[in-house]
């Protein structure tokens, strides 16, 4: 799991490189992913990728706990009650956003590109 978090976060922090890559013209006359390009631009997503991290980041922190092997129950204890408290206002936050009729509607659109439809 911490590696599909670090692809997350990689990809956010990445966000302004990408948008100059689909602005380069090697990008759009390769064609194998224009598709990716169209739900890139949509500043409704990084919203929405924003949401899913910012929800996601108590868990990154018990998980960087696990991996850095010292001791202290204490902190452990801490992190998950942090974890049951911010995480269901980070996922009611990210349903607010996914069920916005202007986002679903502009993800609709681009993902049925996507699938051919």
Known sequence: MGGKALELLRMLRLKDTLAECMTNRVFWDNKQFHFLGEVLKIEEYWDLHFAVCQSLYPLYR????????????NKVKYYVHQVDHLMEEGIQLVEEKWLNEDVAAKLNKHSKAVKGG
Not at 62 to 73: F, N, Q, T, W
């Open 62 to 73: 018990l998980l960087r706990l696990a991996d850095m092997k010292i001791r202290g129950i």
